[in-house]
């Protein structure tokens, strides 16, 4: 299978190049960070698509419903669909009436400096967790077309995904984007063909399908841990960088929220292809020790060799278009809220060569973190939980209420992400993140009481 390894190295290698003549555009941080505010429809929305299609989607959510039945699925796609709405219809218009260059922005409009570096401090990890799943996935795709073991085909997964980001900027990011949400697609819905050809037809797929694996909710499990696996994608994502991003960079606030729910909608169309190839195809493969590696077994032991290429690209567009976000996501608020206000004066340029620093910097940090145990899909669990409790309390106070001041939030943050490294690591609970929502709204209402109220800087 080496020509199909050739044939994914010259993908990457092609959208490097068109990143790389993209690039040239950036003059400014606002370039960089944001396309210069000037994204359509048609690049908002494959871009909030891409972005949100992941390594957890593709090869993550697939291996989970082979394992776990239907229930392995509510993050993806239903969940983050929801996210994706959301979006749309609560924060999209107001965040872009702000003018913001990152969600860092929003919490130094509100609250003042050093809530904006709490906040992002609190944010960075995430992304960082997030683009380190991104990493480990493309590591497991490239172990799972070649003969190159997981532990060389991660660190090299690596070094093109810090190139790649690195170059580009949110332009390039978006303009790529497309590209890979049109391989994405033809490659999914051509290994669902595929499937279903081989087991008989619809009909004979669906007989395949056993119906003890269609509970979508997970029967043994607490109310307290359903809730737990809905709110995660769902509140812990609504406010990451990365969507925030596209939202900022589209050309209006009428683009930023009408892509919101077209992203979603293909989202779900899209997403819901690798959740029904793991129920009707999980008896094509029989037992896989890593269930990471089911969609990719299952692609390569029913598409034709040409039909297998795109399906290989299909899988690096999903991780290529999402990890460039979470790093470009995590190298914004590193550079743009917590470096930059202790340097003043410096120029356009500087700030450019500042982010691609960050960009380096933690790229470096998520391979560390690609190299841990445990598959996509627990990685990005992680990434969307940690910090985000605090981040929503406080970002819903800050755009829709006056209520609360600067101590407020940044106890409200910290806390946010004490309470879940707390339940989720050293006590244990099945569900940390209901543990951290609770905990950091009862912090700031309780400090807001005491606290003089905050008149909003913008609107």
Not at 89 to 112: C, E, K, M, S
Request: charged fraction near 10%; include cysteine.
């Amino acid at each position: 299978m080496n020509w199909v390894l050739t044939g994914v190295i010259v993908y990457v290698l092609a959208q490097l190049a068109v990143g790389l003549y993209v690039s040239r555009r950036n003059k400014t941080e606002t370039d960089y960070l944001l396309a210069g505010r000037r994204l359509g429809y048609v690049m908002v929305t494959m871009s909030v698509f891409a972005t949100w299609f992941g390594a957890e989607t593709c090869i993550g959510s697939a291996g989970a419903v082979y394992d776990e039945g239907l229930s392995g699925s509510r993050a993806d796609p239903f969940g983050y669909t929801i996210c994706l709405l959301v979006m749309g219809a609560l924060f999209a218009v107001p965040l872009y009436r702000r003018q913001l260059t990152t969600l860092g922005d929003l919490f130094r409009q509100r609250y003042g400096g050093g809530v904006e570096k709490i906040a992002a401090i609190v944010i960075i990890p995430s992304s960082v967790i997030w683009a380190g799943a991104q990493i480990h996935a493309f590591g497991q795709v490239v172990s799972a077309i070649s003969t190159i073991p997981v532990a060389v085909s991660i660190p090299a997964a690596a070094l093109v995904v810090i190139v790649y980001t690195g170059s580009g900027g949110l332009l390039a990011d978006a303009v790529t984007d497309v590209l890979q949400g049109i391989v994405l697609i033809l490659g999914l819905f051509a290994t669902f063909i595929a499937v279903f050809v081989a087991l008989g037809g619809p009909s004979a797929a669906v007989a395949q399908i056993d119906p003890t694996r269609l509970n979508l909710f997970g029967s043994e499990s607490s109310i307290f841990e359903r809730i737990e696996a809905w709110a995660v994608p769902i509140f812990g994502s609504v406010l990451a960088q990365e969507l925030v991003s596209r939202t900022l960079a589209a050309r209006d606030e009428r683009v930023a929220q009408r892509s919101a729910f077209m992203g979603a909608g293909i989202y779900l169309i899209v997403g819901s292809l690798p959740v029904l190839i793991a129920l009707a195809g999980s008896s094509l493969v029989g037992k896989i020790e890593e269930p990471d590696q089911f969609l990719p077994t299952v692609a390569m032991k029913l598409l034709h060799p040409a039909l297998y290429v795109v399906f290989a690209g299909a899988l690096i567009s999903a991780i290529l278009s999402t990890v460039d976000s979470a790093l470009l996501a995590a190298a914004a608020l590193a550079s743009h809220n917590v470096i930059l206000p202790v340097m003043p004066g410096i120029s356009e340029r500087g700030k450019v060569r500042l982010a691609r620093s960050c960009v380096i910097a933690f790229g470096v940090a998520a391979y560390f973190f690609a190299i841990r145990e445990g598959t996509v899909h627990d990685k990005v669990e992680e990434a969307s939980a940690f910090g985000s409790a605090g981040i929503l309390i406080v970002g819903v106070f800050a755009m829709f209420s006056g209520y609360g001041g600067k101590w407020a939030a940044g106890a409200s943050l910290l806390v946010g992400s004490g309470a879940w490294l707390i339940a989720n690591f050293q006590m244990g609970l099945p569900y940390p993140y209901l543990c951290a929502l609770a905990a950091s709204l009862v912090v700031y209402l309780a400090i807001a009481a005491i606290e003089p109220n905050v008149t909003q800087t913008s609107t």
